[in-house]
């Protein structure tokens, strides 16, 4: 497929160095405001250009939100903080997930 393609491509520089030079330098001018409207037009109505941008703003928040919380984490008094209230944490989470075990287990009979 490729190669039929790059074939193509080849033979149509080769019907292009016929062609007279006026017809190649041609131009159609189009006012700024009018180019921009269409650009505009364009961009809006390609679903491509929708998900491209927010993609780059999911990933732009994304990294704001890691980049606060590594600053957040990695502050001598959080870390602290952290570490005085580990073992509650980690039992109260323990009760969580042993609660939902036994909801599981006992809706399955």
């Not at 999911?58 to 502050?75: D, F, K, R």
Request: include cysteine.
């Amino acid at each position: 497929m490729a190669g039929w393609l790059g074939l193509k491509v080849f033979l149509d520089l080769h019907k292009a160095r016929g062609m007279v030079p006026e017809m190649v330098t041609a131009r159609t001018t189009v006012p700024l405001a009018r180019a921009y409207r269409m650009g505009l037009a364009t961009n809006l109505a390609n679903p491509k250009s929708a998900l491209f941008v927010a993609s780059l703003f999911t990933a732009t928040i994304s990294t704001l939100y890691h980049v606060c919380l590594i600053s957040l984490i990695t502050h001598p008094a959080a870390t602290t903080g952290y570490l005085r209230v580990k073992r509650k944490i980690d039992i109260g989470l323990t009760i969580v997930f042993i609660g939902f075990g036994t909801q599981l287990f006992l809706s399955q009979r």
